[in-house]
């Protein structure tokens, strides 16, 4: 006869990939049943974008699958992103920031696609445009003749595509209108749009940076707690000359670095399959490693990535079985992945 008790023990022999502690001690078994010779768990994954969910969907299976008399084994999982031991702005958990040390390395269409990633996997999703002077995230969804309102508590109602709520710069003025801003213009900006703007319940709120490293970037240090940065680089060395600093400026403001992108990492020729190389490859796996932060993934130039952007929308969106959307998605569930990591690692004294 199988027993609650002896599933539960084979559950416990399942670690997570990670964090290397089983799931039972993590909290990760929601509900368990058994009918007949059959086991059916609920595996709640810290995130929906968990990049290793086939992992261990097939390591609950063989545990489970030792059990005397087990014959079948049914997973299915559900989601719940823990936010860190305080919440940076009331409903949402993780503030995720996409920065880069020099413009025209493909940060604002990064930042778009992760955004698109992650509530393809069913994440509640925001995105903050901050780049003032050159926002694009407006166009990449198509949204540029939309105007930002605001509701009946004066809160700032962000615009909604895919799912995703938005807030950009390109929203608030006139279409090829520039800002003039100077600094204190630009904190209070920051402050507005994350304080006093009605995101409601996020899981992850993306935010698109302004390049290089300067007021935006200091308000945004100063004014929320920060889950992570993500630094967008091209493979030369003079890209990687200005990421470098932008990896320094953060950990001089104690924010956690997730990770690095190679964006334009190689191109395919559609017409022969033949790979180019046009900027190099590999440079950022060479400076990261020397800098002591992870890789989360090469991006491939693709006319698909220009077009869905221009078209405003995504191509995480409208093709995403290219290699381009691909690579993207992995960049964005690495990112998930490692945010959960961290959260948990704080819950790790107390289990």
Known sequence: MITEAAVMNALRTVNDPELHKDLVTLGMIEKMSIDGSTVHVKVELTTPACPLKGKIESDVVSAVLKVPDVKHVAVTFGAQVRPPTENPIPGVKHVILVGSGKGGVGKSTVAANIACSLARDGAKVGL????????????????????????????????????????????????????????????????????????????????????????????????????????????????????????????????????????????????????????GHGGSRTQAEKLGVPVLGEIPIGLEVRAAGDNGAPVVMTNPDTKEAQALQDVARAIAGRISVQSLQIMLPMV
């Open 128 to 279: 903050l445009d901050s780049d003032v002077y050159g926002p694009s995230i407006s166009h990449m969804f198509g949204l540029t003749d939309e105007r930002m309102y605001a509701d009946e508590n004066k809160k700032m109602l962000p615009l909604e595509k895919f799912g995703i709520k938005i807030i950009s710069m390109g929203n608030l003025v006139a279409p090829g209108q520039a800002t003039v801003w100077r600094g204190p213009m630009l904190h209070s900006f920051v402050r507005q749009t994350l304080h006093d703007a009605a995101w409601g319940e996020l899981d992850y709120l993306v935010i698109d940076l302004p390049p290089g490293t300067g007021d935006v970037q200091l308000s945004l240090t100063q004014s929320v707690t920060i889950s992570g940065a993500v630094i967008v680089s091209t493979p030369q060395d003079v890209a990687w000359i200005d990421a470098t600093r932008a990896i320094d400026m953060f950990r001089k403001a104690n924010v956690p670095i997730l990770g690095v992108v190679e964006n334009m990492s190689y191109f395919i020729a559609p017409d022969t399959g033949n790979r180019y190389d046009i900027f």
